[in-house]
């Protein structure tokens, strides 16, 4: 088994950064594959940023391409999405979630296995 616990969330004006942290524990062979979703009030969750396997490779959404960078500290087992230029649309419950590694996926919610909690970003205008 997975366990993944975000932390990071929080308020922030318009224009700020944060950085959110997935740390994850157990089983962590099984989290190759490592994404980031938000799910906004009243909408549906989507993807947001993913990262893959030991060379790295990254994707991001059109709408945080530019704005968002994923990383990955292995040693720690922990994936991070620095958010810069936040604006009050990112608003949203982050989540983190992973799997074992796979070559096209990780850009929907059914490819994951194991999800965290979430954290909330408020991004105030």
């Known amino acids: 088994q997975v366990q993944l616990v975000e932390s990071g969330g929080g308020l922030v004006q318009a224009g700020g950064s944060l950085r959110l942290s997935c740390a994850a524990s157990?089983?962590?062979?099984?989290?190759?594959?490592t994404g980031w979703f938000r799910q906004a009030p009243g909408k549906e969750r989507e993807f947001v940023a993913v990262?893959?396997?030991?060379?790295?490779?990254?994707a991001y959404a059109d709408s945080v391409k530019g704005r968002f960078t994923i990383s990955r500290d292995n040693i720690k087992n922990t994936v991070y999405l620095q958010m810069n230029s936040l604006q009050p649309e990112d608003t949203a419950v982050y989540y983190c979630?992973?799997?074992?590694?796979?070559?096209?996926?990780?850009?929907?919610?059914?490819?994951?296995?194991?999800w965290g909690q979430g954290t909330q970003v408020t991004v105030s205008s």
């Open positions: 157990g089983r962590t062979s099984s989290t190759s594959v």
């Open positions: 990262i893959k396997g030991s060379s790295g490779e990254t």
């Open positions: 979630a992973a799997r074992t590694y796979c070559s096209v996926c990780g850009f929907t919610d059914s490819d994951y296995f194991y």
